[in-house]
Nanobody, 128 residues
Framework: QVHLVESGGDSVQAGGSLTLSCVIS????????GGWFRQAAGKEREAVAV???????LYDEAVKGRFTISRDTAKATIHLQMNNLEPEDTAMYYC??????????????????????WGQGTQVTVNS
């Protein structure tokens, strides 16, 4: 059974940084394709960043230039480095993964349709 476990969420001041990590276990597929999504209170889930099997990364415009997604295939881990955090980044952050070759299109709103498994989430709160 596949499990995704996120960690790294915290409460920080605006302008601060956090690194989220997602450990994937039980995956039948070694080449990681996955990403991070977030959902703020009272709002719909939105895509943040994804990484394809070939290492290509894509970002939502709201975080481009501030967030960096990376993966460690050997450790089956996906990271999200978040810099210059803003109060608008406050949300529950979810890790997701797909267990096949993947290719994300240019529309972040469609990225979640490729994912096969999701974590339980880790809370990020940015105080002004």
């Amino acid at each position: 059974q596949v499990h995704l476990v996120e960690s790294g969420g915290d409460s920080v001041q605006a302008g601060g940084s956090l690194t989220l990590s997602c450990v994937i276990s039980g995956s039948p597929y070694r080449r990681i394709c996955g990403g991070w999504f977030r959902q703020a209170a009272g709002k719909e889930r939105e895509a943040v960043a994804v990484v394809q099997n070939n290492g290509r990364t894509l970002y939502d415009e709201a975080v481009k230039g501030r967030f960096t997604i990376s993966r460690d295939t050997a450790k089956a881990t996906i990271h999200l480095q978040m810099n210059n955090l803003e109060p608008e980044d406050t949300a529950m952050y979810y890790c997701a993964a797909a267990f096949a070759e993947c290719s994300f299109g240019s529309r972040p709103s469609a990225w979640h349709t490729i994912m096969n498994a999701w974590g339980q989430g880790t809370q990020v709160t940015v105080n002004s």
